[in-house]
């Protein structure tokens, strides 16, 4: 004789309650398709947020007065600028209190803000204007950078301070990675081990700003 285990009434809805919901596909904030893992953004300047889109929504957004100008394309440029390092007084400088930050100008608040990752996600900071253009004046990376949709993403450790000129995700996808592994005050070595990964990627995809400056 053969034997089936049959499940007690609501038996069946409990177990699908504890497993983790599957993840809802994402779609074109514009018009709605479904979209890969890897995607565009755009900088949503009035709400000063990300919106994800598809390839084809992206590119009408990159002609010049779409939208009033109130999103823009995030770019796909890495720069770095080895040759021009920053040194421990822009550091300073700056106040940053952390061993890592990024920082970005907006045109909404019409100003520059700084951002630390933290087990609450980012934190914002607005450092004041003589620190950050002594800090930065002199800086080629700070010069490129495009308001709303490119970051200066900084790290320091006992190698000096990496500087990298990235799209402004790719600093709210390291804040995301953190916030999931972060443990105790500085995040643990687990959300160490994560930077020094993240940093590593980077680095291999940048490439070093001309003198002539980027594009």
Do not use: N
């Not at 600028?81 to 930050?101: N, S």
Request: aromatic share 6%.
């Amino acid at each position: 004789m053969t034997f089936r285990q049959l499940d007690r009434p609501g038996t069946a809805l409990l177990r699908r309650l504890r497993e983790p919901a599957p993840p809802q596909p994402q779609r074109c904030e514009f018009c709605g398709r479904h979209l890969p893992a890897e995607h565009r953004h755009l900088a949503d300047t009035d709400q000063q947020a990300l919106t994800c889109a598809c390839t084809a929504c992206a590119l009408l957004f990159q002609q010049p007065g779409a939208a009033d100008g109130r999103y823009r394309a995030v770019p796909d440029r890495y720069l770095t600028d080895p040759a021009h390092p920053l040194g421990e007084e822009a550091w300073a400088a700056l106040g940053i209190p952390v061993a890592t930050a990024f920082l970005l100008r907006t045109t909404r608040l019409q100003r520059s803000v700084l951002l630390y990752p933290g087990p609450g996600g980012a934190t914002e900071a607005e450092p004041d204007e003589a620190a950050w253009q002594a800090a930065l004046g002199a800086s080629r990376l700070h010069a490129e950078l495009r308001p709303d949709v490119e970051a200066l993403l900084l790290r320091r450790d006992t190698d000096g301070i990496q500087c990298y000129l990235v799209p402004v995700d790719v600093c709210y996808e390291l804040v995301g990675r953190l916030r999931r592994c972060w443990k105790g005050f500085d995040g643990g070595a687990e959300a160490r081990a994560e930077q020094t990964a993240f940093f590593d990627r980077l680095a291999a995809r940048s490439r070093v700003l001309p003198e002539g400056g980027g594009r």
